[in-house]
């Protein structure tokens, strides 16, 4: 059976909420952007500070690459912005924006249902959804293992890459590295596609399936 929640490719929940910048609209917020929303417990948890000051601080990162980022958690906006002062947060600013909006322990406040009800307190959860406003990736951590930036940068890299070309990321793909040509697309197509060439890995059994293509 499925897991309750979002699947890959289901439209984001048009919630309303207050902010750290003011009451926003989901869809409006996110507009033609990229958009990370990841769930927090509650407040001043200490795995979830260091990475709200990790998120401030590649808020340029992100910025580039059109991403708007949110975090929702289920205190107070007033929790928010005193939250946001803690020192080594790098203060939660610039396109990262604090957001009373999650459901969690069986609990909601007023007028803040967002449509992500089945996150629960011990759930860190990261979503990344596309123009489209459609779930693109999500990644689901427990409450001790802090979430790896890092690595939610580079999935953005590979998911914006794949996206716009016929391409794919192969296992540990970093940018800058080879990628994949797509199975559907036929040979003569793919060079033509592709004229710094497209180069073909020898596989014991002969077949030619893992074709490979310098970053587009």
Known sequence: AAMPGLL???EAP???AETTHGRIRFHDFLGDSWGILFSHPRDFTPVC???????AKLAP???KRNVKMIALSIDSVQDHLSWSKVRGMGRCKGSL??????????KAHPE????FSYISAEDNIVFVFGPDK???LSILYPATTGRNFDEILRVVDSLQLTAYKKVATPVDWKPGDSVMVVPTL???EAKKLFPKGVFTKDLPSGKKYLRYTPQP
């Open 8 to 10: 890959l490719g289901d």
């Open 14 to 16: 048009n919630f309303e």
């Open 49 to 55: 500070t260091t990475e709200l000051g990790r998120a």
């Open 61 to 63: 990162e992100f910025s």
């Open 97 to 106: 924006r604090c957001c009373l909006a999650l459901k969690a322990r069986g």
């Open 112 to 115: 803040q249902s967002t449509g």
């Open 134 to 136: 459609k779930l693109k």
């Open 186 to 188: 036929p040979d003569d």
